[in-house]
């Protein structure tokens, strides 16, 4: 038996997979992060779509393209530590299909990435907002053709939106905020992504050369994602006898035949993530980039593709 369905992502736009060592748990606690106010448009015409393609960077080519400058950092530097981490995951676990597995869970209707634009003009507007919710699962499979109809998760957070502007049909926009709900290894995991920054070409048709980027803090990913990472593993070993000696070759540092949040967390494979990439809180745990010198974030970033849809957008 091949190994599948084992890392999948659906944000509200979103994914996310980061892996930390020991450094980590001396990483100071931050307070609940809050995002600073934005204004919505004054006017604009909703445009409703739905994402049909989430991509996840596997290579160090697709990494470096789906990066985007999370922090704003002057120097304009690309942040996406979570394609680092994901492609030395892909090689330290051969024969795990990655990409095969979203494109299922997507295609099928299981996880829903749902997207409301208000503008003026899809072409060039100076002021734009992208507002990104979580769908419910679908009954039946989606063709993603504009005739389909989906749910907006009532139980997920409302999120602040991403306010930009277009120009020839480019959008460019943030930060923002959004939830993420992500099937990782077989777990379904929540996190809530900080200064979300969207690039995208859009037209009425849908959108195409999307690009997401985010922040997860340390104690979302030390309290939700580590957890899953290991059980995720667990259950791959389980099912599996052929991934059994690769994976406990690979994680299973102790030799006792169960992967443990530890040794995840110290696996010399993935040292890269040693520590967060970013500074995107402040000491009041407010959305205030490189200000106190605390790297309390980890940077992700994501491509996707999305088409018409008919919901009704929250405030509708």
Known sequence: MKMKNVFVINTSLVLLLMTACSALKSAPAQPAPTQTAVVQPATGVQSLFVT??????????????????????????????????????????????????????ITTGQLVSLHVVKADDLLNDPSVSWSLFLGEKTQF???FDGSDKFTVDSTASTDSPIVGSIANG???????????????????????????RLEVDLSAKGCTNGKLGGGVTVEEFRGKLLPAIAEGLNQIIKADKGAENTLLKVFDSDNNGTITTQEIETNPLLMIAASPDLDLLDASGQFHPNQ?????????????????????????
Do not use: W
């Open 170 to 196: 480019h959008f460019t926009g943030g930060p923002g905020t959004s939830q993420a709900q992500i099937f990782l290894l077989g777990q379904l995991v929540e996190v809530d992504l900080i200064g979300v």
């Open 292 to 316: 106190d010198g605390v790297k309390d974030s980890y940077s992700m970033g994501l491509g996707f593709t999305c088409v018409p849809a008919t919901f009704t957008a929250p405030g509708n």
């Open 52 to 105: 049909n393609r989430l991509m996840i960077p596997t290579t160090p080519a697709q990494t470096e393209s789906f990066a985007l400058n999370v922090d704003g950092d002057s120097k304009q530097q690309p942040d996406n530590m979570f394609g680092d981490l994901l492609t030395m995951l892909a090689s330290a676990t051969q024969g795990v299909e990655l990409q095969a597995s979203l494109d299922q869970v």
């Open 141 to 143: 499979t989606p063709n």
